[in-house]
């Protein structure tokens, strides 16, 4: 009988702590909704500090993904990625060594947005190295190298 009854009350406490994750998840998903205005060839992303104008990242060597996501650079040791849905871009690693195919997707970047760094670190940028890069890196989210957030490569 007491073995039912802490079955009853984990159970009710695991539902309870998986409605509030759930409820974290989507509210943390549409945090920065409203956050990105593209116009006249330009993105604007509303940061806390103020505002980044970057460049036209739809461009015709761009790959629309779902979403109005879009893939704006695709190179054989990296790709870059911008999600307008909550402001955030991805830097991925896939190959090569990953610091220096860091430092060449960071300033691909810089570049292609047309911003400085410190405009940069305002955005939600997240580098990540796939396992097929390196698998003992994989998994982390780095950050741009030049930021305060940003984490050392393995």
Partial sequence: MNNKILIIIFSVIAVI????LIIYIVSAKFENVDKVDIEDGQIFVETNIGEVEIDDLYTEDSVLLSNNAVLFSDQNNYSIMFFPD????IISIKDGNINEVRKKAEADFLSKT?????????????????????????????????????????
């Fill in 17 to 20: 702590i998986a409605i509030a």
């Fill in 86 to 89: 909550d402001a955030s871009f």
């Fill in 114 to 154: 047309n911003i400085t760094e410190q405009e940069a670190c305002q955005l939600d940028v997240t580098l990540a190295v796939l396992w097929t890069a390196d698998i003992n890196a994989a998994g982390t989210g780095y950050g741009l190298s030049f930021c305060s957030n940003g984490v050392s490569l393995p």
